[in-house]
């Protein structure tokens, strides 16, 4: 039972348009969201947050949006480079539980072709 | 500079041996987590521990066992029992409380020969 679900395996972006990432969840409890960015052989990088009380976060290139009514997040990088491409991870966590562990998507991988 | 560190990068076990992975942080987190990734299944959660000398399972932990007997550490042993072991260990670990993230290693790739 996949909680956290991205769709996407792979997309493939120009250097300089928009990369869109897309997740969707399925527990109406998640009430905290991150975005996390992979390169082979590499541990995560945190990339953005955004929590249930707010539909938008930006922070640079990186701009995350929420629709709660359909379970659905997304990552907007603008513009894209090439040093962007790796593997994105959505994550989320009903923090009301107590216990503060996120649940992961399987993983979009982003290739930002020069 | 603070950070966690997972040792070793690359392990060979042969099948029916036990192996010990380390993780180790100098962050003074209170939580720390296991998780696995296989390719087309994303993170996996083995085991967490908030405090120490405390934690507790997550999705996959049969076959493995850890211990939190000190802050810093968190080792994970991938016993005999475990079917599948080949993958890649990632170690995190986290303040605690609510909004608060994960701080990753650079893994483990375990392989059974």
């Known amino acids: 039972d996949q909680q956290v679900k991205q769709n996407s395996p792979s997309l493939s972006v120009q250097e300089g348009r928009i990369s869109i990432l897309n997740c969707d969840y399925t527990?109406?409890?998640?009430?905290?969201f991150l975005w996390y960015k992979k390169y082979p052989a590499e541990g995560p990088t945190f990339l953005i947050s955004?929590?249930?009380?707010?539909d938008k976060n930006e922070d640079g290139r990186f701009t995350v949006f929420l629709n709660k009514s359909a379970k659905h997040l997304s990552l907007h990088i603008v513009p894209s480079q090439p040093g962007d491409s790796a593997v994105y991870f959505c994550?989320?966590?009903?923090?009301?539980?107590?216990?503060?562990?996120?649940?992961f998507g399987t993983g979009t991988r982003l290739k930002v072709l020069a | 500079d603070g950070g966690i560190t997972q040792s070793p990068k690359y392990l060979f076990r042969k099948e029916g041996q036990n192996v010990t992975l380390s993780c180790e942080q100098n962050?003074?987190?209170?939580?720390m987590y296991w998780y696995r990734q296989d390719p087309g299944q994303g993170l996996r959660l083995i085991y967490y521990?908030?405090?120490?000398?405390?934690?507790q399972k997550g999705d996959i932990a049969e076959g493995y066992s850890v211990s939190r007997e000190k802050k810093e550490s968190f080792p994970l042993t991938v016993t005999s029992a475990q079917k599948n072991p080949t993958a890649f260990y990632l170690c995190?670990?986290?303040?605690?409380?609510?909004?608060?993230?994960?701080?990753f290693g650079s893994g483990t790739r375990l392989t059974v020969v």
């Open positions: 962050l003074n987190h209170d939580a």
């Open positions: 527990n109406s409890m998640f009430d905290y």
């Open positions: 995190a670990s986290s303040i605690g409380g609510r909004f608060s993230g994960y701080t």
């Open positions: 521990s908030q405090i120490v000398n405390d934690f």
């Open positions: 955004i929590s249930s009380i707010k």
């Open positions: 994550a989320a966590s009903e923090t009301t539980s107590g216990t503060y562990k996120y649940i």
